[in-house]
């Protein structure tokens, strides 16, 4: 795909922003994203082939040794993040793409795991430079990106009003469950479009959380899945210090129902949904890891939930010096079942229940 990209500097925003437009318009074939050459297309959109080919082409640069000033533990300074995730019911295909943007401390951090046929392919960095344009959750369209990687995720809409993502990387990577920064030796791909539904309800200031509709690939070690279905996204924007105090946070989805729920010694938040009635979340709570892990909420409207999680995989991310837990699991609640990740942060000093 690299032989016929464009790089997205030589691009104008509104050229961009008519790009993902017409990516957010198709009506339902995505697989011009899959192909430079169209072969899976008979008829491709070069619109919509200059976003994917334009982030994809980015290409790896000396930029990433690092130089220059990068995030410091406990210091308020403005931040950004967009992730957008999906594993199918059997979790043996998934992803999971972070990008957050440090625009101050010249700095982005990229989380790219992808689960294909049951093996676990993981890069992290936190060493890529970071241009210095905010991102503003009011801007129609947004370009999440770390110059010298080819990874980007794409906003078509603001991020209260969102009407698509599109997301890329091109990335090489260990095989194993991560817990070391930088280059593997598995070169892995990922292309795909978000579709939101409704905002979630529950998420504190600054923080737009959604379940949708993705249709992504994915491919690695010579495989390709194909993926369609309910998956998650969010953005946040923040100047608060980021992984600070412990947390555990739970993000699970299905076809019918889906639950959001965060626990930290300094607050509790989330949303559980069912059959399109979004509810607010009074209390979180959830036990210590185990490899099946029970949680429960008290709701806004007085119900009580419950719920098991299964750990299917799990992987660690390197932060301050510490390992960050991520574990994509299959749960039940109330009866209903999904899939997704319960990802903890120094959980040593968590109060668990």
């Known amino acids: 795909m690299a032989g016929d990209a464009i790089d997205l500097s030589d691009l104008p925003a509104s050229s961009q922003a008519r790009a993902i437009k017409a990516e957010s318009e198709g009506a339902g074939e995505h697989s011009w994203m899959f192909s430079s050459s169209g072969t899976n297309n008979p008829h491709p959109d070069p619109a919509r082939r200059t976003l994917a080919a334009g982030l994809l082409g980015l290409g790896l640069s000396p930029a990433l040794a690092g130089d220059g000033p990068k995030v410091v533990q406990g210091e ?7 992730m957008v995730l999906y594993f199918d019911p059997a979790v043996k295909n998934g992803f999971s793409l972070r990008i957050s943007r440090y625009p101050e401390r010249n700095a982005t951090w990229v989380w790219c795991h992808l689960l294909l046929d049951g093996s676990l392919y993981a890069f992290t960095t936190r060493v890529a430079p970071c241009e210095s344009s905010r991102t503003d959750p009011d801007q129609p369209t947004a370009f999440y990106t770390a110059p010298g990687l080819r990874v980007g995720i794409s906003r078509l809409g603001t991020s209260s009003h969102l009407q698509a993502l599109s997301f890329q990387a091109d990335v090489r990577a260990h095989q194993n469950s991560g817990g070391q920064d930088g280059d593997g030796p598995k070169r892995v ?3 795909g479009i978000f579709r939101p539904g409704p905002l979630k309800t529950g998420s504190p200031k600054g923080r737009f959380e959604r379940t949708g509709r993705i249709e992504a690939r994915l491919q690695a070690g010579g495989r390709i899945a194909e993926l369609s279905g309910v998956g998650k996204a969010h953005e946040q924007t923040q100047t608060e210090p980021r992984f600070t105090a ?3 946070y739970a993000m699970l989805w299905g076809p019918s129902a889906s639950l959001v729920g965060l626990m930290s010694p300094e607050r509790q938040y989330g949303d559980f949904e069912f059959a399109g009635l979004d509810t607010k979340m009074t209390s979180f709570q959830i036990g210590p890891w185990a490899q099946f892990r029970k949680f429960e909420a008290s709701l806004a409207d007085g119900r009580q939930i419950r719920g098991e999680a299964e750990t299917v995989r799990q992987f660690k991310v390197p932060i301050f010096g510490r390992q960050w837990l991520g ?9 209903q079942s999904m899939v997704g990740m319960i990802n903890d942060w120094r959980p040593e000093d968590q109060a668990f229940r």
């Open 189 to 191: 791909k990922l292309e």
């Open 327 to 335: 574990r994509i699991v299959r749960a039940k609640v109330e009866g």
């Open 76 to 82: 308020r300074t403005w931040s950004e993040s967009a």
């Open 246 to 248: 412990p947390f555990t």
